[in-house]
Every structure is written in structure tokens, then in C-alpha cells.
């Protein structure tokens, strides 16, 4: 079974510059995560979709990210602008949702973002 | 919201040793998950132990969540359980709003050979 991919693995803008992630979640699963991973910290959630619905984006800066999951399945993730303090590690997850065990989270390998 | 706190925050060994993590979390939790971030930077799923205890391989993870606090043990540990080995728990303990994890801070491990 695959896992869950994310790309680009790592890429490296100029401040200003829009910058987008892409997500493909576990077959079969309906709930989707964006984490953001900044230097020596655990990941804070972003993001949680249950199918293509934005179930929890309370910690989604939305005057410069944005993001989509269009048909339930991929999702992106956008910057416009990007910032200096926007370099971290996005992390994509996924989980089976009800049919799976409550709560586990499986993730992709991530993408490093660096802002000069 | 819940907190979660780690330790050691780094741990250095020598290959062929033992080791213990610790995670202590703040209210009652219904899942938690142990990570091994490697370093290429992928989270991998190590144990998946609301309570109990499991063993994989070399290792093992005991969640006694009355006491709110889980162990994850490394034996005979060896240069590729180099990395950052994370807790997680459900942010609203143990709600129904799966999905929403607060992570630890960490603990660093580096495996000498």
C-alpha cells in the first residue's frame, strides 16, 4: 500500500513569492491534515479535511495560505506571499477516519520550505 | 488545550544500549501515538497505544493513562534509531475530535556505533 506523497520535497523562494504543496492522502482514506513543523518543535496542525469539507482551519493563517482539497481526495497547499518566517517543514497526513482506529495519523515525508 | 511534555529532550548512547523515553500529558487523552522523525524528516508511525502495553521488535511502548504518562523503550539500540522520537495525544484529551494532535517537544536520540 502506498503511502501518503507530498511534493515538492524541498524548495527555495524568495520572499513574495507564491509557493504551492501538493498532498495525495492513503487510498481510501477520508481525513486529510496539514501540519506545519517549524526547527526543534513537534507539528501544529493547520488544517483537517473529512472528504473535500475543511473541518477545522482555526489555525490556518488565511490573509496569505490557502488551501484545497477538490474531489475529496488530493489537496494543495498555497502561500501568496511567502514570508521569511514561513521556511519550515509542511507535512501532509492522513487517516481512515471511522473505519480505521480513532485518531492515527499517517504522514507523508513532507516539504522543506526555505524563504530568502 | 492539553499539554505534553518529553524527556529526555536529547539522548546520547552507545549502540548495544538501553533506553527509555517518557511522555506525560496533562488530562485524560483516549489515543496516543508514538513517532520516530528520521532524518531525512518523514514522522514514522511507531505505536499506536491508548493504554497497555506493546511490543515491536526492539521496541515496546507502555501507556498507563490513568497515571497520564507513557514510556517507549529501545533495546539493544543501533545507529538507525538515530532521530527525534515524538509523542502524540488528541488536543481535546478524550473528546471526540479525532485528528487534532498536540505533539511533545522531543527527544533527540543519537545512536553512537
Known amino acids: 500500500e502506498a503511502g501518503v506523497v507530498q511534493s515538492p520535497r524541498y524548495k527555495i523562494i524568495e520572499k513574495k513569492q507564491p509557493v504551492a504543496f501538493w498532498c495525495n492522502p492513503i487510498?481510501?482514506?477520508?481525513?486529510l491534515y496539514w501540519y506545519l513543523q517549524n526547527l526543534g518543535q513537534g507539528p501544529e496542525l493547520l488544517i483537517r479535511?473529512?472528504?473535500?469539507?475543511?473541518?477545522?482551519d482555526s489555525q490556518l493563517p488565511k490573509d496569505r495560505f490557502s488551501a484545497e482539497r477538490l474531489k475529496g481526495v488530493d489537496s494543495t497547499l498555497k502561500i501568496q506571499p511567502a514570508e521569511l518566517g514561513d521556511s519550515a517543514v509542511y507535512l501532509c497526513?492522513?487517516?481512515?477516519?471511522?473505519?480505521?482506529?480513532?485518531?492515527?495519523?499517517?504522514f507523508g515525508e513532507g516539504s522543506r520550505l526555505t524563504v530568502l | 488545550g492539553i499539554q505534553v511534555e518529553q524527556s529526555p529532550p536529547d539522548l546520547i548512547l552507545q549502540e548495544g544500549a538501553n533506553s527509555t523515553l517518557r511522555c506525560n500529558f496533562s488530562?485524560?487523552?483516549?489515543?496516543l501515538q508514538w513517532f520516530h522523525q528520521n532524518p531525512w524528516g518523514q514522522l514514522i508511525n511507531l505505536f499506536y497505544?491508548?493504554?497497555?502495553?506493546k511490543q515491536n521488535g526492539r521496541l515496546s511502548a507502555t501507556t498507563v493513562a490513568t497515571e497520564r504518562y507513557s514510556l517507549l523503550y529501545i533495546s539493544s539500540s543501533q545507529t538507525t534509531d538515530s532521530g527525534v522520537y515524538f509523542c502524540?495525544?488528541?488536543?481535546w484529551g478524550s473528546g471526540t475530535s479525532y485528528g487534532k494532535l498536540t505533539f511533545g517537544q522531543g527527544t533527540i536520540l543519537t545512536v553512537h556505533p
Open positions: 487510498s481510501g482514506h477520508n481525513t
Open positions: 497505544i491508548p493504554s497497555g502495553t
Open positions: 488530562d485524560s487523552v483516549n489515543n
Open positions: 497526513a492522513s487517516s481512515p477516519g471511522t473505519s480505521g482506529r480513532p485518531g492515527e495519523l499517517f
Open positions: 479535511y473529512e472528504n473535500e469539507e475543511a473541518v477545522d
Open positions: 502524540a495525544v488528541p488536543s
